[in-house]
């Protein structure tokens, strides 16, 4: 069961989680972006948050989808969005901007500047982070 922060509202796995807290809108995160980058996370979002267990929240600079650890991480940039997610191999080549390792699995970033870039393969990598961590 969810625990909510008394101080920032936002939904976490415990109440020992860690977490940036202070209350930040969705709408602050878009705010001066195109109607393009907010259909574009809309899309993601109603993909995403729909999983069991998933708990959505909002810092300074990103939105986090949480299942048992943050599995995927939208950050609204000027043009476009940073996607996050996570995988077990290393993944290389377009649409991957970024492949690290990081803490025994990669951190992986796409840039994403509108609706026609989703592609079924995005949201099999982003549930395979899902059910990574």
């Not at 860690?18 to 980058?37: M, N, Q, W």
């Not at 989808?65 to 599995?71: L, S």
């Not at 982003?126 to 961590?133: F, K, M």
Request: aromatic share 12%; with cysteine; charged share 25%.
């Amino acid at each position: 069961m969810p625990y909510t922060c008394p101080k920032c509202e936002r939904e976490l796995t415990s109440e020992s989680q860690r977490h940036y807290c202070a209350k930040v809108s969705l709408d602050s995160l878009f705010k001066g972006k195109s109607p393009e980058l907010i259909l574009l996370f809309d899309k993601l979002l109603a993909e995403v948050a729909d999983w069991p267990d998933v708990l959505v929240g909002t810092t300074p600079n990103c939105i986090t989808f949480v299942h048992r650890q943050t599995f995927f991480v939208i950050r609204p940039m000027q043009k476009v969005l940073d996607l996050k997610f996570y995988s077990a191999e290393k993944m290389e080549g377009p649409p991957i901007f970024k492949s690290i390792a990081t803490a025994g699995r990669f951190q992986n970033n796409i840039r994403l500047s509108n609706t026609n870039e989703l592609r079924p393969q995005l949201f099999s990598w982003i549930r395979g982070s899902y059910e990574l961590l």
